[in-house]
């Protein structure tokens, strides 16, 4: 699940696995999130890498922590989790694919054929 070739530092990572996992519904509002030592446990990590993530998570608002209980989910934080990827990954990908498709030539038409195809391609 994580990937140690990667620029991305490890504690990035445990905070988008964890945005993913809430994403899914895997965790809901109010719930209880893994602690630093399960996720180290997990991923096979130092516990303070964990503790690094949840702590960007709570920085951003997606986890609250209850003394001597643990981190929990905010009541909003899948809107803000899917607010956050539209705005920057979905952005920078498309980004991406404009340039890569005007290097290649393809028109606008072209590309969006190209994308509603893949959609249809998923949905079945």
Not at 64 to 88: C, H, T, W
Not at 94 to 119: A, H, P, T
Request: aromatic share 8%; glycine share 4%; charged share 25%.
């Amino acid at each position: 699940m994580l990937n140690t070739e990667s620029n991305k530092p490890i504690y990035v990572q445990i905070a988008e696995w964890l945005e993913s996992e809430i994403l899914n519904g895997n965790f809901s509002t109010n719930q209880k999130v893994y602690s630093q030592y399960q996720l180290a446990e997990m991923f096979t990590i130092n516990p303070a890498t964990a503790a690094k993530g949840l702590s960007l998570l709570v920085d951003n608002q997606i986890l609250y922590k209850k003394r001597g209980l643990g981190m929990f989910v905010f009541s909003d934080a899948k809107e803000k989790i899917l607010f956050k990827r539209k705005n920057q990954v979905l952005k920078h990908l498309i980004e991406e694919v404009v340039l890569e498709s005007q290097r290649l030539q393809v028109s606008d038409e072209e590309l969006i054929l190209m994308i509603k195809s893949e959609q249809s391609r998923r949905e079945k």
